[in-house]
């Protein structure tokens, strides 16, 4: 059976090495792609993968794949597999804990004066 994908699209201006924002790249996993610093140095496979987290060229968010950038319209798009949903209640993998993450704690919005 053949996986689904969905994608997203991110605007966002790149003026660098598509590499480089993409974590599954060669630039971050290959340790023979060659790339050299501003004074001609090469730059080590464990550096670029600090650099992609300390110089924010994160794209695409986790679980996400950076799969292709339009130069023309300044568009990123991701894509990840689509989960296939459960047939059953009693067969889903529910983490009560992730999904009481995603509400808003309203006390940090709101001030109520009584």
Excluded: W
Excluded at 45 to 65: A, G, H, M, P, T
């Amino acid at each position: 059976m053949k996986k689904s994908k969905i994608s997203i699209l991110i605007p966002i201006v790149i003026n660098d090495y598509i590499d480089k924002f993409n974590s599954s790249s060669g630039y971050y996993n290959d340790i023979c792609y060659t790339t050299t610093t501003e004074d001609g140095t090469d730059i080590l496979l464990k550096d670029r993968q600090k650099e992609f987290i300390s110089k924010d060229n994160i794209v695409c968010r986790e679980n996400c794949d950076f799969s292709e950038y339009d130069n023309d319209t300044f568009v990123a798009r991701c894509s990840r597999d689509v989960k296939e949903c459960s047939k059953s209640f009693s067969d889903m993998n529910i983490k009560k804990d992730k999904l009481l993450e995603n509400f808003k704690n309203i006390k940090k919005y709101y001030h109520f004066i009584y």
